[in-house]
């Protein structure tokens, strides 16, 4: 059974980066997605990456900012993101799919990792 775990996240200043890591059982052909949600609010598409790298940023928030790379030799997809604001505050977490489309609906995505806290503050 596919499992997703995250790492990378903890307190950042505006500004700053951090880099996101989701390591996966075995990475396979699955698209990876990329979500977060910060306190009281719904869970946010930020990406989704196909098993070929090429990505698709849905967060117009985060556009020019995060970047993802996905390494299938070593089952790990990352989200840099850099120049970060306090409005990316959020647990963030990776899922995957077996579809062949990307998705910017959790619904799609059936495995999902336990999150990772980032907080962006002075």
């Known amino acids: 059974q596919l499992q997703l775990v995250e790492s990378g996240g903890g307190l950042a200043q505006p500004g700053g980066s951090l880099r996101l890591s989701c390591v996966a059982s075995?990475?396979?052909?699955?698209?990876i997605g990329w979500f977060r949600q910060a306190p009281g609010k719904e869970r946010e598409a930020v990406s989704c990456?196909?098993?070929?790298?090429?990505?698709?940023i849905y967060a117009d928030s985060v556009r020019g900012r995060f970047y993802v790379s996905r390494v299938n030799a070593e089952n790990t997809v990352h989200l840099q993101m850099d120049r970060l604001k306090p409005e990316d505050t959020a647990i963030y977490y990776c899922?995957?799919?077996?579809?062949?489309?990307?998705?910017?609906?959790?619904?799609?995505?059936?495995?999902w990792g336990q999150g990772t806290q980032v907080t962006v503050s002075s």
């Open positions: 075995a990475l396979d052909d699955y698209l």
């Open positions: 990456t196909k098993a070929n790298g090429n990505a698709v």
């Open positions: 899922a995957a799919t077996d579809n062949t489309y990307c998705s910017a609906f959790a619904s799609d995505f059936t495995t």
